[in-house]
């Protein structure tokens, strides 16, 4: 019978769920649980009669203080320890152990359960490093948490919120005292607004607020909240609680400092503008804005395709690849940018490449200074310089003139009067006062052919205005009506009745008749003398063209003399050599010019320039 319950005890052992043994009080094994033996492998050798602490040697010292103590019957509280497996592997256990009482309440042993909490420690290990963690991230980032009980209307803060909020660790806030710390108007308000939505509809909040702390302290934090619900049913709030002051600042410093460069550039007297590795534009100052005659929205995004002509285009993109393939700045270039209207302007511009930590090309920088009125002096300063040196040439080469003219009939008059005061024969002095008077003559013919020069050259207010050429040329053939017949002459009018000249109406028709006369005047004998009149325009000229087929000129050996003052380079009754001279004078005050082309015996052809209104 006894042997019987034994074996029903010994049976019943093996089947609980926990892992347990019974151990005599030599610390010997008289029963153990199957789960023992499944959940520890190496005790499957464990037999009865084994010494319980054989099973875990390097937990002996600690299980032999406790089994005497449960031998003189007392319960032990549960202890917890590590140890290697065979695979050496750390496991922990979790053991306690009581006293073993027969049914005379004598003890007779110890009732020993353990437990592999190996994977509860790691979990608690896991869950302590990710606090540590949290905490530290917390103190890192100023971020803290807070939770609100609706049932019970208690706030609690953590340790971070409440150093935040600058108030004592023992500090115990209410939802109204939290509310308060945030700065009287548009935060108080809004964060107001959201607990209310959130308490009502459940929504989530998450907003940059100000507030003041319990020290008078004004910080900016970044407040977020969210509603719990238990079957439907609000039971609280959680949220996170950051400060945010020193990222505000260093927003609010970023911005001042953009706001300024913008002004800067802005209000700098040159266009400025960068661009990206496909050459569009992704900033631009107000001088560029004005400049293309587009807001700063129209322009950003486009590249120079699209905001000027291709050629200019064609050529500032090929600029730009040169910088960023050779990162090689462009400095103080003159550029001629054209504009889809047509508009010119030349810049002097400087492009830099934009680089990154690796020094690698990332965009471009350029600055533009408009410098079109500066060429347009430059120009009108070097064709200045150009008239004052022709007018140098002509104001010595006048003064020659003057001096020898003038030289040649004083040094007449003195010998002639010389000659009057020896002479006694009255026959004799009547020829030398007539060839006075004649030297006298000639005198004045010479001052007023100077001063006709003078005044050609001096005179800035006479008004040039379109002429009809056609009306000028039939004026002219009257005028030259004897000498035409005389020379047994015609003239060959092709000119258009549409073509007018602009210019000074008696310079132009001095100019037209000396031209036209000298034309009869040297015909060849030998054929009939036809002076052919034509037109054309030429870029900036009308210009009039006057052909003989007359004697010619030979022009390597003339050319100096053919608009010289007295120059004659023809044996000619009527020549004067003064005709020319005056004329060239006339088309120059005129801003136009001579063209000259002739050869001896084939005739001449004058090309007369008259300047177009500019």
Partial sequence: MKSHIKNSTDYLIKQLPKATAYVNLNMNIIHISDSWVNTFEFSRNLSDDSNILNAFPLLSNEWQQDLEYAFLGFKNIARKDKYFDRDNKLNWLEWIIHPWYDEKENVIGAIIQIENISKTIELEQKVEKLELLLNAKSEIAKIGSWEYNVITNKLTWCKMT????????????????????????????????????????????????????????????????????????????????????????????????????????????????????????????????????MSNDEIIGKDDFELFHKESAEISRKEDLHIVQSLTPMIRKETLNIKKDGTKTMFLTSKIPLLNDYLEPTGIIGFSLDITHLKEKEKELRRLVHITSLQNKKLINFAHIVSHNLRSHTANFSMLLGFLIKEKSDEERENLLNMLISESDNLLETIDNLNEVVEINTVQNQVSKPIHINTTITKIKK???????????????????????????????????????????????????????????????????????????????????????????????????????????????????????????????????????D
């Avoid at 037109?535 to 052909?547: C, E, F, H, N, S």
């Fill in 479 to 613: 005028s030259i009506k004897s000498l035409l017949r005389h020379k047994k002459s015609r003239i060959k009018n092709l000119i258009d009745d549409s073509v007018y000249v602009n210019g000074i109406p008696s310079y132009v028709d001095n100019i037209l008749l000396n031209v036209i006369s000298n034309a009869i005047k040297f015909e060849d004998p030998r054929k009939e003398c036809v002076v052919e009149i034509s037109a054309k325009k030429l870029k900036k000229y009308t210009v009039i063209t006057i052909k003989d087929n007359g004697i010619g000129i030979d022009l390597e050996k003339n050319k100096t003399k053919i608009f010289g003052m007295y120059k004659i380079f023809h044996q000619h009754n009527d020549s004067r050599g003064i005709g020319l001279f005056i004329s060239k004078n006339q088309i120059e005050a005129m801003k136009g010019k001579f063209v000259l082309r002739s050869k001896v015996d084939k005739g001449t052809t004058f090309n007369i320039y008259f300047k177009e209104n």
């Fill in 162 to 293: 409440k150093l935040i909020h600058e108030v004592p660790l023992d500090y115990c806030p209410s939802i109204e005292m939290a509310l308060n710390f945030y700065k009287e108007g548009y935060s108080r308000n809004l964060v107001r607004q959201r607990v209310e939505k959130a308490m009502k509809d459940g929504d989530t909040w998450h907003e940059k607020l100000q507030l003041t702390t319990a020290k008078g302290n004004d910080i900016w934090v970044q407040a977020s909240g969210k509603a719990i619900f238990d079957d439907g049913k609000l039971v609280g709030l959680i949220g996170s609680f950051q400060d945010i002051t020193e990222e505000v600042k260093v927003q609010q410093k970023t911005k001042d400092s953009e706001v300024l460069l913008r002004t800067l550039i802005d209000n700098l007297p040159l266009n400025v503008f960068i661009k990206d590795l496909e050459s569009r534009k992704t900033l631009v100052n107000k001088s560029e804005c004005d400049y293309l005659g």
